[in-house]
């Protein structure tokens, strides 16, 4: 293999990691009560694709 194909390769694979899916989302949540006699809106972002975390799960047995 070439020189130039595997620093094209290194480097496509650093600027995939780096570049993320991820794009956030503006998303209203309507919360109803029978019992109440109005409707909240909850306005949040959630993320619309794929996004990496920082959560690690290091759950043994």
């Known amino acids: ?14 600027v995939g ?13 309507h919360v109803e009560k029978q019992e109440c006699a109005y409707c909240l809106a ?3 972002t959630i993320c619309a694709g794929f996004c990496m975390t920082r959560v690690q799960d290091v759950t043994l047995f």
């Open 1 to 14: 293999m070439s020189p130039f194909f595997m620093m094209s390769l290194l480097f496509g694979l650093t």
């Open 17 to 29: 990691q780096t570049a993320s899916v991820c794009a956030p989302s503006e998303y209203t949540i």
């Open 42 to 44: 909850i306005n949040t």
